[in-house]
């Protein structure tokens, strides 16, 4: 299975932006649908951001639309998470997730991917 590696977390204002990376090695990326996800102190894990093999596709969650944007580079075996206007509710220890699949598909559930890394936080607050 591919290994993933999350970077790019820290502390910042509100209003601020942060862009996260996660990179996959091993097998072949393209070859995987990529997810964000986050989870915060005393929460469950939820969803934020889902990208297909290619990057055609992809999908948000409701709370962070119109500030987040999930994309990817294959030829970096890279996805990213720009996350602009962040707010103190987007704190968070931020994962990326991969599960290998047929193109043209992404998941918003975090039971439909195989694979893990170990976070980056992301902080947010003045």
């Known amino acids: 299975q591919v290994h993933l590696v999350e970077s790019g977390g820290g502390l910042v204002q509100p209003g601020g932006s942060l862009r996260l990376s996660c990179v996959g090695s091993?097998?072949?990326?393209?070859?995987?649908?990529m997810g964000w996800f986050r989870q915060a102190p005393g929460k469950e894990r939820e969803f934020v951001a889902a990208?297909?093999?290619?990057?055609?596709?992809?999908e948000k969650s409701q709370d962070v639309k119109g500030r987040f944007t999930i994309s990817r580079d294959n030829a970096k075996s890279t996805v990213y998470l720009q996350m602009n206007n962040l707010k103190p509710e987007d704190t968070a220890l931020y994962f990326c997730a991969a599960r290998e699949t047929v193109t043209g598909v992404y998941y918003t559930d975090s039971t439909s991917y195989t694979t893990w890394g170990r976070g980056t936080q992301v902080t947010v607050s003045s």
């Open positions: 990208i297909t093999r290619v990057g055609r596709k992809s």
């Open positions: 091993g097998q072949t990326f393209s070859d995987y649908a």
